[in-house]
């Protein structure tokens, strides 16, 4: 039986993934146990953990705690994140701070504890759930596409670092996915609308996510259009901010 952590455990893509692995060891990062009782309380092979993902002590405990009792992680899924899709001069310090804390370096301070754990066994897969917003920039996704760059920056040196010893690294990087994401990051749906065409529905995700645990994967990058959108962003990229610019042209 395998162990496998996810974070932002509460988001409608682990409801999907945790559908799909009936057979595993789950251990359930939120910040709400109460919410997170609701959804898995009737799943066998779970555990549930309220946690502030944002205080690296505190994971620190945990990583400790886990394997104290589990004896190994076999699987990270860095699922949690949100987004703010505003114009550069309306977001606030305190905006900028809470997002890199939540998509960003809670990420990274996960990985790297785990990551320590896995060299020393010389064995795992860190799976993070990034986006497409991490390798294309738009319009209004300046803070949104700051923490993800980042993100997937930070996964592909550890890749690099950790390849000798056999563990596996892969980003995932999503368009827009119909969760509940968007009740935070698009209140009034105007994002939502001019993205409708490159809409993914969380259970394909889910599955595709799910095949790839336990292979040498780089990377997963969702829909097909959006990934041909972001090679041709990469060799023309002038063109390409152009078109981005009348394209993903949001509000």
Not at 43 to 55: G, K, N, S, W
């Amino acid at each position: 039986m395998r162990t496998i952590i996810i974070t932002g455990a509460s988001g409608g893509l682990a409801q999907e993934m945790v559908k799909l692995l009936p057979n595993d060891q789950l251990i359930l990062l939120g910040r709400n146990k109460e919410k997170l009782g609701q959804l898995y309380g009737n799943h066998a092979h779970v555990e549930l953990i309220e946690i502030d993902i944002t205080d690296d002590s505190v994971l620190e405990d945990l990583v400790a705690d886990l394997y104290l009792r589990y004896g190994k992680i076999d699987v990270l899924i860095n699922n949690a994140g949100y987004g703010i899709f505003e114009e550069f001069d309306k977001i606030s310090e305190q905006d900028i701070h809470q997002m890199f804390e939540v998509n960003t370096f809670a990420l990274m301070n996960l990985s790297r504890r785990i990551g320590c754990r896995m060299k020393e066994s010389r064995k795992g897969h860190i799976i993070n759930i990034v986006s497409m917003a991490g390798l294309i920039a738009t319009g209004k996704s300046s803070l949104y596409s700051a923490t993800k760059f980042a993100a997937i920056g930070f996964s592909n040196a550890l890749r690099l670092e950790l390849m000798p010893d056999g563990i596996y690294v892969t980003t995932v990087n999503p368009g827009p996915i119909r969760t509940g994401f968007f009740d935070q990051a698009d209140p009034d749906g105007s994002y939502l609308k001019s993205v409708d065409r490159f809409l993914l529905e969380p259970d394909a995700v889910a599955r595709k996510i799910v095949r790839i645990i336990g292979k040498n994967k780089r990377e997963l990058n969702l829909p097909v259009l959006l990934n041909l959108a972001h090679k041709f962003y990469t060799l023309f990229p002038k063109l390409a901010d152009k078109l981005a610019g009348e394209t993903f042209n949001y509000k």
